[in-house]
């Protein structure tokens, strides 16, 4: 069983980047791809970008492609979101997620708010 724990949340300004961090903890840590999800109030919580655990390969959403990079750090067991060009519609609550074989573990989230 992991546990997540996602830091970095806060107010910037339109335009502005904002770096969020996930520790992962727990006695195995043997997650398959590792990730993040947003979800503003009153709508669906959907997923951000993910990236394997074993290679550099990532994947976006539409809406953040080309402002948002992923990245990991397997010997410190944490997982990165940088976001750069922040826009207001990137306002919501961000969480990051570990897909296991046992399915999935979520963090407890951090709230970026996006506004001038």
């Known amino acids: 069983q992991l546990q997540l724990v996602e830091s970095g949340g806060g107010l910037v300004n339109p335009g502005g980047s904002l770096t969020l961090s996930c520790v992962v903890s727990g006695s195995r840590l043997d997650y398959y791809y590792i990730g993040w999800f947003r979800q503003a109030p009153g709508k669906e919580r959907d997923i951000v970008s993910c990236i394997s655990k074993t290679n550099d390969s990532a994947d976006y959403a539409d809406s953040v492609k080309g402002r948002f990079t992923i990245s990991r750090d397997n010997a410190k067991n944490m997982v990165y979101l940088h976001m750069n060009n922040l826009k207001p519609e990137d306002s919501a609550d961000y969480y990051c997620?570990?897909?296991?074989?046992?399915?999935?573990?979520w963090g407890q989230g951090t709230q970026v708010t996006v506004s001038s």
């Open positions: 997620n570990a897909l296991t074989r046992d399915g999935n573990y």
